[in-house]
Nanobody, 123 residues
């Protein structure tokens, strides 16, 4: 199976920065898209940023110019550099990937979620 391990969350003051990372492991043939979502307290989960296998990126309007998503294909890892953080960015950030992998049922295309990492931005 495929597992995602996230890291990099924590407590930061408004205006500060954090770099989140998410590494995929398992019997992986290739990774298609890699994405970051977030869910703030009492709110729906929202898509923050995506990066395709070819490096094309897309961002939610609310984070454009502040967040940068990038990936290291050799390490099966996606990163999100978060700058100029605001208190309203406090949320659990989770990565999600589309991956072609070997499973117990054979080769499959999976959409896998990480466990999430908490980012708390203080004012």
């Amino acid at each position: 199976q495929v597992q995602l391990v996230e890291s990099g969350g924590g407590l930061v003051q408004a205006g500060g920065s954090l770099r989140l990372s998410c590494q995929a492991s398992g019997s992986i043939f290739s990774i298609n898209y890699m994405a970051w979502y977030r869910q703030a307290p009492g709110k729906q989960r929202e898509l923050v940023a995506t990066v395709t296998s070819g490096g094309l990126t897309k961002y939610a309007d609310s984070v454009k110019g502040r967040f940068t998503i990038f990936r290291d294909n050799a390490k099966n890892t996606v990163y999100q550099q978060t700058n100029s953080l605001k208190p309203e960015y406090t949320a659990v950030y989770s990565c999600n990937v589309g991956v072609d992998a070997l499973t117990d049922q054979g080769r499959r295309y999976l959409e896998v979620w990480g466990q999430g990492t908490l980012v708390t931005v203080s004012s």
